[in-house]
């Protein structure tokens, strides 16, 4: 009865790949988010879609591009992957906006 | 730039004190919410408080929103080993962005 998933949970990988991180939740939510939680605990968001339109876009490096197929689905592709990415990235869902549920992260090094 | 100030930063207790958590802002929220956070999980969501002056209560947990909506505080009543965990407020939600403020890990020992 997972609510909102991610995939993968670990991810190791070297500078200048790229990669994606998977989220989907099976909640109803038409709203879905992406957050970072950096070494020091802080989360901050990166991007929101509402019914698969963009409607929040941080100052996150062009390297960054979510993608929303439907609205149970939210996936991040990272180009070029550099040190500083190294963080856990959180999805996370609402309806209409209101209280967001968090999926269990994907925690991302960059060696 | 909105900002949430948390405080304190760390805080390591025994088993059965009370302590209290505070989250300040100098910007009005709409709403203001908290989390708690386990190691190597997703921010869970404890309440939601809306209104100016609002108190709300969860089993040993007693959360306040400020009457002009900028702070926010938890108090936590008998702490037990399994409120460790990272609490964090966030404000905002619904057309405007949640912010988080930095978070305070609790440590309860036994």
């Known amino acids: ?111 | 730039t909105q900002l949430l100030e948390q405080s304190p930063q760390f805080l390591s207790i025994q088993e059965g004190e009370n302590l209290t958590v505070y989250c300040n802002s100098s910007s009005v929220f709409s709403s203001l919410q908290w989390y708690r956070q386990e190691p190597g999980e997703g921010p869970v969501l404890l309440v939601t408080v809306v209104t100016g002056g609002e108190v709300k209560k969860l089993k040993r947990l007693t959360f306040q929103f400020g009457d002009a909506r900028k702070d926010s505080s938890l108090h936590i009543t008998a702490a037990q080993p399994g409120d460790t965990g990272l609490y964090l407020c966030a404000g905002g939600g619904g057309s405007e962005k949640l912010v988080f403020g930095k978070g305070t890990k609790l440590t309860v020992n036994p």
């Open chain 1, 1 to 111: 009865d997972t609510a909102v998933s991610q995939t993968p949970k670990y991810l190791v990988t070297q500078m200048g790949n790229d990669k994606s991180i998977k989220c989907e939740q099976n909640l109803g939510h038409d709203t879905m988010y992406w957050y970072k939680q950096d070494s020091k605990k802080f989360l901050k968001i990166m991007f929101s879609y509402n019914n698969k339109e963009l409607i929040i876009n941080e100052t996150v490096p062009n390297r960054f591009s979510p993608k929303s197929p439907d609205k149970a689905h939210l996936n991040l592709h990272i180009n070029s992957l550099e040190l500083g990415d190294s963080a856990v990235y959180f999805c996370a869902s609402s309806r209409d906006r209101g209280e967001q549920y968090f999926g269990p992260g994907t925690r991302l090094t960059v060696t």
